[in-house]
């Protein structure tokens, strides 16, 4: 292969993408690496969203928390020691309670959007600063390119090549891993407006088995969308104090009344930020479910409405990678994020323990092409 202007871009600057950056910096990886981000800053679906119109307005519109599976060990530990050292991350420790169609009930694995496995953890200040902490850990060499889609992909003995939405070249790299599933999954066809798959179109089938499978795989993944309402309500210190962080509905009341839960998130001018996690558009509060907290419920009805955030692909459903279709090598690409097969699948472990396990496999390939054995 002749020479490229870097060693590695990643695509995707959420907990995945940004873990992965950390973990090859923290095993002594020497390569130069790009990230591309199509949103305005790191986190993906565990970011944060700021208002023009007031400074202290920070809310977490997506993941409220990181659900994490003990036993992980080894570099995932490790990393997370040190983002909980950087004080990027803390132990949970705020009220949840569930809802049930009778009122309240103890929070169990049947509750929607609640994992009972693992521990949870918070981003400080906010859930955007995970992925801000991994990035910072992984090194200023890393060359950051926020608000650029990649649409096209190319590969040739050049290496990778990245287009963005407007046809403009974004990089030239040896080597190539996908954080978001997108450019391989058949919905970037209307989402994109293209024939094929970009990553299908990049290399033509046979060039890479592991790749083939790895698309075929991907072609069956199933992604459950979410509606995330967000709300600015007014209310006294005291009456936040009594309301509980998280209110999980049961599955029952989720079916019922099409929402997963309702996340409270006092701002530092003492706003109160209320994200309600729908299973479909436009879905209304009901005031049934708010009855055990009437200052709660009487703050609901008088609020702001910021408007909805649509995650298009909020959770994985089916049909998780495999982890030997995590790394291609005959065409230097890897896969991480929550929807490769491990513990955490869908979740911000599975994003995070994905990203570190393909950092060693980048790592090994670079060993391998060091020592002759991989052109
Ligand atoms: C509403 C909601 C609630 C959740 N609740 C929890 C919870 O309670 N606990 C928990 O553990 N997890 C939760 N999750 C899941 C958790 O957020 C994800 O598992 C995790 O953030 C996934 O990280 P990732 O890096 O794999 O993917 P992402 O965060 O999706 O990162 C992929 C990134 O790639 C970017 N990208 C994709 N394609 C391109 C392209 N072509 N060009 C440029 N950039 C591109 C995207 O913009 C994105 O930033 C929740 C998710 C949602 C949406």
């Known amino acids: 292969m002749t020479s490229c202007d870097c060693d590695l871009a990643v ?3 959420g907990l995945a993408g940004t873990t992965l950056l950390a973990s090859l910096r923290l095993a002594g990886w020497q390569g130069s690496a790009m990230v591309i981000e199509v949103g305005r800053g790191p986190g993906g679906r565990a970011s944060t969203r700021l208002r023009r119109d007031n400074p202290h307005w920070r809310l977490d519109h997506g993941a409220p928390v990181l659900h994490l599976q003990s036993g992980g060990g080894g570099a995932l530990a490790d990393l997370l020691q040190k983002l909980e050292a950087m004080g990027a991350i803390s132990a949970d420790t705020s009220e949840s309670v569930c809802v049930g169609l009778d009122g309240l009930q103890s929070l ?3 509750s929607a959007g609640f994992d009972a496995g693992g521990s949870c953890w918070r981003g400080r200040p906010t859930m955007g600063s995970v992925a801000a902490a991994l990035l910072d850990l992984a090194g200023d060499s890393v060359i950051r390119r926020f608000g650029v889609r990649v649409q096209t992909l190319q590969a040739s003995d050049r290496g990778w090549d990245l287009h963005d939405q407007h046809g403009q070249a974004v990089v030239n790299a040896r080597m190539l891993v996908l954080s978001g599933n997108m450019l391989a999954h058949p919905r970037s066809l209307a989402m994109l407006g293209l024939a094929n798959r970009p990553l299908r179109e990049a290399c033509a089938v ?5 790749l083939d ?4 795989r991907i072609a069956s993944m199933r992604m459950a969308p ?3 309402r967000m709300l600015a309500l007014s209310a006294e210190p005291a009456e936040v104090a009594s309301w509980p962080r998280q209110i999980v509905l049961s599955a029952a009341a989720s079916q019922q009344w099409q929402l997963e839960r309702l996340v409270v998130q006092p701002m530092a001018d ?7 996690h729908g299973l479909t558009d436009s879905v209304p509060v009901p005031m049934d479910l708010l009855s055990p907290w009437p200052s709660l419920a009487a703050a609901v009805a008088s609020a702001d409405d910021l408007g909805v955030m649509r995650w298009g692909a909020a959770r994985p459903l089916d049909h998780p990678l495999p982890v030997d279709l ?5 065409v230097a690409l890897g896969f991480c994020g929550d929807w490769i097969d491990g513990p955490g699948f869908g979740r911000a472990h599975g994003a995070m323990a ?4 393909l950092a060693d496999r980048i790592v090994e390939h670079d060993a391998l092409v060091a020592s002759g054995a991989m052109a």
């Not at 995590?326 to 005959?330: E, F, L, S, T, Y």
Request: charged share 20%; hydrophobic share 45%.
């Open 11 to 13: 695509v995707g600057a």
């Open 108 to 110: 169990d694995t049947t």
């Open 206 to 210: 046979g060039l890479d088995p592991v």
């Open 213 to 216: 499978q790895a698309l075929d």
């Open 226 to 228: 979410r509606w995330n």
């Open 270 to 276: 003492d706003s109160v930020g209320l994200v309600v």
């Open 326 to 330: 995590q790394w291609c090598p005959k």
């Open 354 to 357: 994905s990203a570190v396990a």
